[in-house]
């Protein structure tokens, strides 16, 4: 384990979260990533990377689920397991596989795909969800797609479903629930670069802690 930063973000769609995580890497002097995660998990895979678009952040309903993820936490999957997985869930274990060595290389912002709980174990990790008040939504969709605002009323609930229904099926968690994060904002109230402020002092906030935590118990130890 190293001392790497890793903040990852949730975000509701239209609230600014992918903004926000790329003006807070720029802040911290770090990389952001977000679909950059699929060019990279299918580099590493070997996997088309069409293939990681199609399925991006897509829920699936296979049986096969719970003995997949369960031979994962055991340590690994055998050759002949792996080529049973539906092809989903080899495109989530690639990119879950992406983000630990991402972490494990370098600082730096990760936006969705459950880099959070890929990385539960990682103790300098900063779990960030983002949301804003429908109205704001809405009309940040609606000027960023140049879209009615029905439409755009229309891309924010079904993003956000699949979203949800994708973070719920492949963690232990529950999208936009305080309990899943350590930090939840309302870009509506606190903005883009208020938003920015606030993680970034609650990282370093978190960090100073966990290492006067780790002296306390080094000294408790001797």
């Keep these: 384990m190293n001392n790497n ?5 949730g975000r509701e769609c239209g609230s600014g979260g992918r903004q926000i995580g790329q003006k807070l890497a720029e802040r911290l002097g770090i990389k952001c990533y ?3 995660l699929l060019s990279m998990a299918a580099k590493e895979s070997g996997l088309a990377e069409e293939l990681f678009k199609t399925h991006d952040e897509k829920p699936t309903n296979s049986f096969l689920y719970s003995l997949v993820m369960d031979t994962y936490s055991m340590g690994g999957y055998s050759a002949s397991a792996y080529m049973d997985m539906p092809l989903n869930h080899k495109i989530f274990l690639a990119q879950f596989d992406s983000i630990k060595k991402l972490a494990d290389r370098e600082s ?3 936006v969705g795909r459950c880099a959070d709980y890929a990385l539960a174990d990682y103790p300098n990790v900063v779990s960030v969800f983002i ?3 429908d109205s704001d939504k809405i009309r940040h969709l609606a000027a960023k797609h140049n879209i009615s605002e029905n439409s755009a009323k229309d891309i ?3 993003t956000d479903k699949r979203r949800s229904s994708y973070y719920n099926y492949y963690s232990n968690k529950r999208w936009g629930s305080s309990k899943s994060y350590d930090l939840c904002l309302n870009s509506s109230v606190v903005g883009y670069d208020g938003a920015v402020n606030i993680i970034e002092e609650f990282a370093k906030q ?7 935590m780790q002296e306390k118990y080094n000294s408790e130890k001797r």
Excluded at 5 to 9: C, K, P, V
Excluded at 206 to 212: D, G, P
């Design 156 to 158: 924010m609930i079904k």
């Design 5 to 9: 930063l890793i903040i990852t973000i």
């Design 34 to 36: 977000d679909k950059e």
């Design 206 to 212: 978190k960090q100073a802690y966990i290492k006067h």
């Design 131 to 133: 949301r804003g008040d």
């Design 108 to 110: 730096c912002v990760i």
